[in-house]
């Protein structure tokens, strides 16, 4: 069973950068999945960020792609979210998250999510 | 505003059947792409419902059902229970090679 841990600071302020890591148990992050990250503000809907395979190559939301990036290490079974230039705006709960290596685009795993407030 | 349009809500009284839209453009859901349906009950992790338009992951109750025709897709919950409340999302691809979610539909068992 693949799980996907969050964690970075939950705090960040505005104009700072945003940096997250996902750990992955259960599975291989070199495997034929792309790995996500999705963003949902508080009591609003769901926004996907981007997604990265392990060989690096990454795909972005066109409205978020000058500040975001998506890295993958592969010697510690994990990815990374950097979001910079950051504002009350980006104040989210940040998922990482497994995408189906037999449906293009479905998310079959995800993270708990972690709350990252900006605010000074 | 999102580029797949979902009602805000939806009601229904347990046992009877709803029914949730998720409207798209011929750059999305017309051109072809799968539409994907997640629930999300409260203060967790979306779960992976509906792929691919209208199968079922292994776990989900055959209640729940989903169809796409032209530049729009639906999700249908039949028998509805007081734990199908949660809030609802279809996701699609776009052709600028993005991922997109619909706004979401909080659906409330009366």
């Known amino acids: 069973q693949v799980q996907l841990q969050e964690s970075g600071p939950g705090l960040v302020k505005p104009s700072g950068t945003l940096s997250l890591t996902c750990a992955v148990s259960?599975?291989?992050?070199?495997?034929?999945?792309?790995w996500s990250w999705v963003r949902q503000p508080p009591g609003k809907g769901l926004e996907w960020i981007g997604e990265i395979y392990h060989s690096g190559s990454t795909n972005y939301n066109p409205s978020l792609k000058s500040r975001v990036t998506i890295s993958v290490d592969k010697s510690k079974n994990q990815f990374s979210l950097k979001l910079n230039s950051v504002t009350a705006a980006d104040t989210a709960v940040y998922y990482c998250a497994r995408v189906s290596v037999v449906v293009p685009a479905a998310i079959d795993y995800w993270g708990q999510g972690t709350l990252v407030t900006v605010s000074s | 505003q999102s580029v797949l349009t979902q009602p805000p809500s939806v009601s229904g009284a347990p046992g009877q059947r709803v029914t949730i839209s998720c409207t798209g453009s011929s750059s999305n859901i017309g051109a072809g792409y799968d539409v994907h349906w997640y629930q999300q009950l409260p203060g967790t992790a979306p779960k992976l419902l509906i792929y691919g338009n209208n199968n079922r992951p292994s776990g989900v109750p055959d209640r729940f059902s989903g169809s796409k025709s032209g530049t729009s897709a639906s999700l249908a919950i039949t028998g509805l229970q007081a734990e199908d409340e949660a809030d609802y999302y279809c996701?699609?691809?776009?052709?600028?090679?993005?991922?997109?979610f619909g706004g979401g539909t909080k659906l409330t068992v009366l």
């Open positions: 259960g599975g291989s992050i070199s495997s034929n999945n792309w």
């Open positions: 996701q699609s691809y776009d052709s600028s090679l993005s991922v997109l």
